[in-house]
């Protein structure tokens, strides 16, 4: 997750920009970067390895000049941290230079061309392709603003861009492609910024305008113009951003849990900061504390959580057994801790927690240490209890999570579990180096695929809301790793909506809860294909035989599952490590959209709370 701000008007931009910055600083901070073009057409570049404080110190010693400018505070998924990666980044000839937030993930066939037609690159990041691609399109004749929607054309992934051309004075072109996060244009007298997002922009102007994905802009001192990336003019729209402090917090969302919802992709790209790396392939956990010796030593792998934590711990349990080819086990932390378990010092226990602070978990963690087990906590509150407890944590990085109903937390568990069971597998030699690279170039994808699941069935949740909210009882059925998705999207669905639902496993269904099946019973099945997507269909016919109404998520295009299904939610194809993640985005916009029909406290719902510190 990185920040990007910009500022075109009549004042020197490099204030505004590091003030810009240093409220964006939350969203990364392991160097920063500001480019400016002054009224002789100059382009200047400044960036500092590590606190925006280091950045200040360079432009104090080394001011900017001129009234244009873009920056951008960098959390490192490519290349590490240092002060040739950091952003801004230029093309060879100099006039160009671009900010970016995502994960370029077809650089390496993008960067192997342009190296062939004689580019040269500086930096190990994905992101200095692109304004050598621009520059490119600028020699070919092409006007900077086409050039640059050219350019992000040829982007697989999902990219929020910022850039400037010397040549093209008093003019910033941003884009937003997918989910990598927002871009906000603030309009203010006589000048315009651009932002990651809406609190970065409260103390400038209350008038903005928020690119969807799939729009760029070309902003100026005056204004901007919009349009899609398939070059079609949009018209304007400004909104009024409120000035309570909790309603700017909601960034535009009427309800934090959608606002955490549309932010998965981004924040998933945070938890693989710093971890993945592509050139050659490799997952890099420092944040576990055991040597190689002894990650070969672990015997087995014990995983504890609660709730939408345990879900993910069920999960976590089946990649590591793919990836590490290690017994794993999922257990609810509050049975764990009484069972007196059989665990020691060659056992893994990696208790899972958003809140670092639920008292089932952090019992359950204790008792494993009290039997000499090794341990890990994966928590997304820095310095939590947990944090105290486990031998090394690794944090989820998925930002503060406000709504009770936990979405970001619970995907971004499952990034890290993911990257866990590479680890493990890497290390343990099940994963040999050419299996590594194809896991880092499969979890590059997540970002952009979860994107696109966002971005479809758009207009379909308010119609079924209005059509699902009138039923008692849903039962909710998945497969192998949807399994665990199943048992998820029941949890969210009953406890914001108050709906009662049931997660299984879908061969489960005829041992006893196919007797419920009515035409009364909803079942909402995940049916993508996969390897257990026959089995699947084979269910979906067992429900409508008597008479259930069938939701259905889909792969894109099936049309099998259209006929058999009263209704479908589609999701993009993705490979099957990433499907849990793809799948669990419809599930939760569904919920969250039945339980606004319902009227339900969506943030805050009855009886609920977010930290769970009792027993
Ligand atoms: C459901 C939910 C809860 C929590 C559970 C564990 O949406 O949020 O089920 O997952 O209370 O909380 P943490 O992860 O903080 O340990």
Same mark, same amino acid.
């Given at each position: 997750?990185?920040?990007?701000?910009?500022?075109?008007?009549?004042?020197?931009?490099? +204030?505004?920009?590091?003030?810009?910055?240093?409220?964006?600083?939350?969203?990364?901070?392991?160097?920063?970067?500001?480019?400016?073009?002054?009224?002789?057409?100059?382009?200047?570049?400044?960036?500092?390895?590590?606190?925006?404080?280091?950045?200040?110190?360079?432009?104090?010693?080394?001011?900017l000049?001129?009234?244009?400018?873009i920056?951008?505070?960098?959390w490192?998924?490519?290349?590490?941290?240092?002060?040739?990666?950091?952003?801004?980044h230029?093309?060879?000839?100099?006039?160009?230079?671009?900010?970016?937030?995502?994960?370029v993930?077809?650089?390496?066939?993008?960067?192997?061309?342009?190296?062939?037609?004689?580019?040269?690159?500086?930096?190990?990041?994905?992101?200095?392709?692109?304004?050598?691609?621009?520059?490119?399109?600028?020699?070919?004749?092409?006007?900077f603003?086409?050039?640059?929607r050219?350019?992000?054309?040829?982007?697989k992934?999902?990219?929020?861009?910022?850039?400037?051309?010397?040549d093209?004075?008093?003019?910033?072109?941003?884009l937003?492609?997918?989910?990598?996060?927002?871009?906000?244009?603030?309009h203010?007298?006589?000048?315009?910024?651009?932002?990651?997002?809406?609190?970065?922009?409260?103390?400038?102007?209350?008038?903005?305008?928020?690119?969807?994905?799939?729009?760029?802009?070309?902003?100026?001192?005056?204004?901007?113009?919009?349009?899609t990336?398939?070059?079609?003019?949009?018209?304007?729209?400004?909104?009024?951003?409120?000035?309570?402090?909790?309603?700017?917090?909601?960034?535009?969302?009427?309800?934090?849990?959608?606002?955490?919802?549309?932010?998965?992709?981004?924040?998933?790209?945070?938890?693989?900061?710093?971890?993945?790396?592509?050139?050659?392939?490799?997952?890099?956990?420092?944040?576990?504390?055991?040597?190689?010796?002894?990650?070969?030593?672990i015997?087995?792998?014990?995983?504890?959580?609660?709730?939408?934590?345990?879900?993910?711990?069920?999960l976590?349990?089946?990649?590591?057994?793919?990836?590490a080819?290690?017994?794993?086990?999922a257990?609810?932390?509050?049975?764990?801790?009484?069972?007196?378990?059989?665990?020691?010092?060659?056992?893994?226990?990696?208790?899972?927690?958003?809140?670092?602070?639920?008292?089932?978990?952090?019992?359950?963690?204790?008792?494993?240490?009290?039997?000499?087990?090794?341990?890990?906590?994966?928590?997304?509150?820095?310095?939590?209890q947990?944090?105290?407890?486990?031998?090394?944590?690794?944090?989820?990085?998925?930002?503060?999570?406000?709504?009770?109903?936990?979405?970001k937390?619970?995907?971004?568990?499952?990034?890290?579990?993911?990257?866990?069971?590479?680890?493990?597998?890497?290390?343990?030699?099940?994963?040999?180096?050419?299996?590594?690279?194809?896991?880092?170039?499969?979890?590059?994808?997540?970002?952009?695929?979860?994107?696109?699941?966002?971005?479809?069935?758009?207009?379909?949740?308010?119609?079924?809301?209005?059509?699902?909210?009138?039923?008692?009882?849903?039962?909710?059925?998945?497969?192998?790793?949807?399994?665990?998705?199943?048992?998820?999207g029941?949890?969210?669905?009953?406890?914001?909506?108050?709906?009662?639902?049931?997660?299984?496993?879908?061969?489960?269904?005829?041992?006893?809860?196919?007797?419920?099946?009515?035409?009364?019973?909803?079942?909402?099945?995940?049916?993508?294909?996969?390897?257990?997507?026959?089995?699947?269909?084979?269910?979906?016919?067992?429900?409508?035989?008597?008479?259930?109404?069938?939701?259905?998520?889909?792969?894109?295009?099936?049309?099998?599952?259209?006929?058999?299904?009263?209704?479908?939610?589609?999701?993009?194809?993705?490979?099957?490590?990433?499907? +849990?993640?793809?799948?669990?985005?419809?599930?939760?916009?569904?919920?969250?959209?039945?339980?606004?029909?319902?009227?339900?406290?969506?943030?805050?719902?009855r009886?609920l709370?977010?930290?769970?510190?009792?027993?």
């Open positions: 997750m990185c920040g990007i701000f910009g500022y075109v008007g009549d004042r020197q931009a490099t +204030p505004l920009l590091l003030e810009g910055l240093q409220r964006l600083e939350y969203r990364g901070y392991d160097s920063a970067g500001i480019a400016t073009v002054d009224d002789r057409r100059r382009l200047d570049v400044r960036k500092a390895t590590g606190k925006l404080a280091n950045l200040i110190g360079v432009v104090q010693q080394a001011p000049a001129g009234t244009v400018g920056g951008h505070t960098r490192a998924t490519h290349g590490e941290p240092n002060d040739t990666n950091a952003h801004p230029l093309g060879g000839s100099g006039k160009v230079v671009v900010v970016h937030n995502g994960i993930e077809n650089y390496q066939e993008l960067k192997d061309n342009l190296i062939a037609r004689g580019h040269r690159f500086d930096s190990a990041t994905d992101s200095e392709v692109i304004p050598h691609l621009i520059e490119d399109l600028l020699d070919q004749g092409k006007p603003p086409e050039a640059v050219l350019a992000a054309l040829q982007l992934g999902a990219h929020a861009i910022a850039g400037l051309h010397a093209t004075p008093n003019a910033i072109v941003a937003r492609i997918g989910n990598a996060g927002g871009v906000v244009v603030g203010g007298p006589g000048e315009c910024y651009v932002s990651s997002d809406l609190p970065a922009l409260v103390s400038l102007t209350p008038t903005v305008t928020s690119l969807a994905p799939g729009q760029m802009a070309v902003v100026r001192a005056n204004g901007c113009d919009i349009s990336l398939s070059g079609e003019r949009v018209p304007l729209q400004k909104q009024t951003m409120a000035s309570n402090p909790i309603v700017a917090a909601k960034g535009g969302y009427r309800h934090f849990m959608l606002k955490e919802i549309m932010e998965q992709p981004e924040v998933a790209m945070s938890a693989l900061r710093g971890r993945l790396a592509f050139d050659p392939g490799s997952v890099t956990l420092g944040e576990v504390p055991f040597t190689p010796d002894v990650i070969r030593s015997a087995r792998v014990v995983l504890l959580g609660m709730g939408t934590s345990l879900h993910a711990t069920q976590g349990a089946r990649f590591i057994e793919r990836l080819r290690l017994p794993a086990s257990e609810n932390a509050a049975e764990f801790r009484y069972r007196d378990p059989v665990v020691d010092k060659d056992t893994l226990v990696v208790a899972i927690t958003q809140s670092g602070e639920t008292a089932d978990t952090l019992e359950a963690l204790n008792e494993a240490r009290r039997h000499g087990a090794l341990t890990l906590a994966i928590c997304n509150v820095p310095g939590s947990v944090t105290r407890i486990a031998h090394g944590t690794m944090l989820m990085h998925a930002g503060p999570e406000i709504g009770v109903a936990s979405t937390a619970f995907t971004n568990s499952l990034v890290c579990l993911l990257l866990l069971a590479g680890h493990l597998g890497a290390t343990r030699g099940h994963l040999r180096d050419e299996a590594v690279r194809d896991l880092v170039d499969t979890i590059a994808r997540m970002p952009g695929l979860m994107g696109q699941a966002l971005e479809m069935n758009a207009t379909a949740f308010g119609p079924l809301a209005a059509e699902y909210a009138r039923y008692r009882r849903f039962l909710f059925i998945g497969r192998g790793l949807l399994e665990p998705i199943a048992r998820e029941a949890l969210k669905f009953k406890e914001v909506s108050y709906i009662h639902a049931e997660g299984m496993a879908a061969a489960e269904l005829k041992h006893g809860p196919i007797a419920l099946v009515d035409p009364e019973t909803p079942v909402v099945a995940i049916a993508l294909k996969d390897a257990l997507y026959e089995k699947m269909v084979g269910n979906i016919h067992a429900v409508r035989a008597r008479k259930g109404p069938v939701l259905a998520i889909a792969t894109v295009g099936d049309e099998i599952i259209a006929e058999h299904a009263n209704h479908v939610l589609w999701v993009p194809a993705a490979p099957p490590l990433l499907a +849990p993640m793809v799948a669990t985005i419809p599930l939760q916009l569904f919920a969250y959209h039945t339980a606004v029909y319902c009227g339900s406290d969506v943030d805050q719902p009886n709370a977010k930290s769970v510190t009792v027993e």
